[in-house]
């Protein structure tokens, strides 16, 4: 069965199948999601109006056996940001879109009256329902909910509160194996899905598999794949502490952004570590070792179980847990879990919302550190959205332009995460010239000499570190638009048989002979398609610019400054 | 020694410190791996190198160092060298396994991604006085992996940590409390409820600890 486009339109309520043009179909997570958006959706038009819209698609090999295949990219202009926005998640659905053989989903348009609706999706193609129960519920209820009225075998995509009220740090929620959920987080696009009036998307593959046109050179080169992930030392790392395993190290460099990175050393770090939360989940019975799919070998995610050894949250990462521990100086790890249920719950960003709630406190709305008020303005304003709620909902900036507060750690209006960039100023590069506003993830590490991305400037120089940076971007967006989970990068790093047997692998799945100079280009070319898009909608080289108060507050215990210039910056784009 | 051999040494107390013995639960002295996050000290000579100061250490031999030591840091600034001569009359150090993500490439030793790094010069760093003949005080701190597979030898054979970073551990481990059987500070009984406050008060503590039966 050849895949298809799944096509809704919100605004007469027609649904469509479509076949795959030619030149969408070597693409698939971040590569599909960004070539749909720039094709289809007018640059300047409003994020959060009829003309935006929202792109989900599966990688390109979930559905497969493919080790770590299983993350689900959505794309579509950002509320937060204004620019091009990808976001990718675990969770069941990419298994189910691929199997059901939806290259895409597309939802357009926008309903005229005040009535929410879930859809449908299933083979055969997309159903269009009202919705009343769900609406105003949290993402627990919606999956509960859904399971309940349908199966606990399918996929389900939904917001919370926050998207249906159009919060700019809204997350897309999206269930995991464990009826738990995972985020599509950062960029807002929780609140674009609320703008279609969508509370949900129920997705049903039956019995459908994904065709795979040469079984044998498929299941040899997974084998190889899952060997050099499994074997690399930062997988074993990633496996027994999760990305937190971060905490202490950044802290040793001094680039643990802390009180609204006013400094760059928490003095709570041990408490919020990852070998503490190691420790702590094991002498509770939760799971340091976990799965946000089926098909994870790496395992980077945990189960977090409360002082009673009942069911927390799971899935926090490094940059959720600095958020609301250093830059709030919250050194609890057991209401820093209890945070991360709420905003999954609400289905906010947790970086974005925690940031923002540093520059509250930097902005005298609570004490820093007050993490019983930091819960209670989560469920009481935040999920009701009250004034306060709301402002600090739609990220840090809001927060900044409402309380006159200088320092705003944002860049294109989202959220730095959890690196410094004065003491590590590589990242910085990363947060300025990211198509999708500060995001640590757009620069991530990977094989630049295998995929030939190497650099020729001498590397100390500022001309080397700005190439440098610029290879790591487009071979993570190369990476990104394969749609696996970009914790395979660092095995793709190391070992040279790791990304070779990626490619073999995408080329057993469709039949075709993708190289590595193949990648390349595709990395390039996204990049350069996500940064038209952003030109086309108003952006100029100052947006890629770092607040100004990286250049004039050193930031201790090495009192580093950003000293990157302009003109320095700006030839990241001359490629 | 054998340069492969597992050092068995002991790590001499910090003059001065108070003594602390605990008797654990059967099986459970790992469980207090992660105490060593926060660092034990130790004074060594001057001019040591990174290498033969780790290769002192209690279950440390030269493979493991080389493989599982993937990053390090010496007063917060990454290092790459092992053959690094230690100066000054303090260091901080902390050792890793391979980190995951941007960051920890860049603080790899020897990566490929060290060029990303904020440049040393544009960096305080702490002022070493090299004139004395004080020996080294040593701050080691062991992460993730390194503290997983190392610490319950160190903590077995006794490590040397301040009182207050060790009454910090306990306040948010509060659970680990009752893995311990039996406490002897300076050589007396005491409860784990009458130490908790000292621990605030005694600068360096000398712990070992020790499985019951
Ligand atoms: S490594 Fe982590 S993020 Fe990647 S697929 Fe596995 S659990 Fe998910």
Redesign the pocket.
């Known amino acids: 069965m050849a895949d298809k486009i799944f096509r809704v339109n919100m605004t007469d309520l027609s649904t469509s199948l479509e076949d795959v043009p030619a030149d969408w179909a070597g693409h698939g997570g971040r590569g599909l999601t960004s070539t749909i958006i720039a094709a289809e959706v007018p640059p300047a038009c409003h994020p959060l109006g009829p003309n935006n819209k929202l792109v989900f698609a599966p990688g390109l090999l979930s559905g497969t056996a493919a080790s ?1 295949s ?2 689900i990219s959505a794309g579509a202009k950002s509320p937060l940001t204004g620019t091009i926005k990808e976001s990718n998640s ?1 969770g069941t659905s990419a298994q189910r879109l691929a199997k059901m053989g939806c290259k895409a989903l597309i939802i357009e348009g926008q309903p005229k009256d005040d009535v929410w609706y879930s859809l449908s999706l299933t083979p055969e193609g997309v159903t269009i329902n009202t919705e009343d129960e769900l609406i105003g519920k949290g993402n627990f209820a919606v999956v509960e909910g859904v399971e309940k009225r349908c199966s606990d075998k399918i996929g389900i995509l939904s917001i919370g509160q926050a998207g249906e009220m159009q919060m700019s740090a809204a997350n897309i929620s999206v269930k995991d194996p464990d009826s738990h959920v ?1 985020s599509l987080g950062r960029g807002g696009l929780g609140a674009v899905m609320g703008s279609k009036k969508i509370k949900f998307i129920a997705l049903d593959a039956g019995d459908a598999k994904v065709d795979i046109a040469d079984p044998d050179a498929f299941r040899a080169a997974n084998r190889a794949f899952t060997k050099a992930l499994v074997d690399h030392p930062v ?1 074993q790392a ?2 027994t502490y ?2 937190n395993v971060l905490v202490n190290i950044i802290n040793e460099a001094g680039g643990l952004p802390t009180k609204n990175f006013s400094a760059g050393q928490f003095e709570g770090h041990e408490q919020i570590s990852g070998e503490t939360m190691h420790d702590i989940i094991v002498e509770r019975g939760g799971k340091p070792k ?4 089926s ?7 945990q189960i977090y179980n409360d002082l009673k050894g009942n069911y927390k949250t799971s ?1 926090m ?1 490094y940059e959720s847990i600095w958020a609301m521990g250093a830059d709030c100086t919250v050194d609890n790890l057991d209401q820093i879990a209890e945070m991360d249920h709420i905003l999954d719950d609400i289905g906010i960003d947790t970086i974005e919302t925690a940031v923002a709630f540093g520059v509250a406190m930097e902005g005298g709305v609570l004490p820093f550190g007050d993490s019983d008020e930091m819960i209670r303005i989560m469920s009481e304003e935040i999920a009701k959205g009250t004034a306060l709620g709301r402002i600090i909902g739609n990220g840090a900036g809001s927060v900044g332009r409402t309380y006159g507060v200088t320092r705003v750690p944002v860049v294109k209006n989202q959220a730095i995460p959890a690196y410094d960039p004065r003491a590590i100023k590589g990242i910085g590069i990363t947060y300025a010239t990211s198509t999708q506003g500060a995001d640590h993830t757009m620069g991530y590490t990977i094989a630049t000499e295998i995929l030939g991305v190497g650099g020729s400037a001498d590397p100390l120089s500022k001309e080397g570190q700005i190439e440098l940076s610029r290879n790591l971007q487009i071979a993570t967006a190369a990476i990104d638009s394969t749609g696996m ?4 990068a660092f095995a793709a790093l190391d070992d040279e048989t790791c990304l070779p047997a990626l490619i073999d692998m995408i080329n057993a799945r469709f039949g075709i002979s993708l190289n590595a100079a193949d990648v390349t280009n595709l990395g390039i070319s996204i990049l350069k398609t996500e940064h038209a898009f952003n030109q086309a909608a108003g952006f100029t080289n100052l947006d890629d610019r770092l607040p100004e108060f990286f250049e004039t507050e050193p930031v201790p215990p090495h009192n580093a400054v950003w000293d990157f210039s302009g003109e320095e910056i700006d030839s990241f784009w001359n490629f | 020694m054998n340069r492969k051999e597992v050092s068995h040494n002991e790590i001499p107390p910090i003059p001065g410190a108070a003594d602390l013995l605990l008797t654990t639960t059967p099986g459970s002295p790992g469980a207090f791996s992660s105490l060593l996050q926060g660092g034990f000290f130790f004074h060594t000579r001057r001019g040591i190198t990174l290498n033969e100061m780790l290769c002192s250490l209690p279950g440390f031999d030269q493979d493991y160092i080389n493989g599982r030591i993937q990053t390090i840091f010496i007063d917060g600034l990454p290092a790459d060298h092992l053959n690094q001569t230690l100066i000054g009359t303090s260091a901080v150090i902390a050792i890793s396994a391979a980190m995951p993500g941007l960051a920890g490439a860049i603080f790899r030793k020897n990566g490929v991604h060290a060029s990303l790094r904020t440049s040393q010069e544009s960096m305080q760093t702490i002022s070493r006085n090299n004139d004395t003949d004080t020996p080294l005080l040593i701050q080691l701190k062991l992460f993730n992996i390194i503290a997983e597979e190392k610490s319950e030898q160190i903590l077995r054979t006794g490590c040397t940590l301040s009182g207050s970073s060790l009454g910090k551990f306990f306040n948010y481990r509060l659970p680990l409390l009752t893995h311990i059987e039996n406490c002897m500070f300076n050589g007396k009984k005491t409860s784990m409820e009458q130490l908790r406050p000292l621990l605030q008060t005694t600068e360096f503590i000398h712990l070992s600890l020790q499985e019951g039966s």
């Open positions: 770590n299983g993350r675990g995972r997988s990633l496996g999760g990305s976990h799965g946000c799919h098909g994870c070998v790496i395992q980077c995610s899935g990462e989970c970009l914790f395979v």
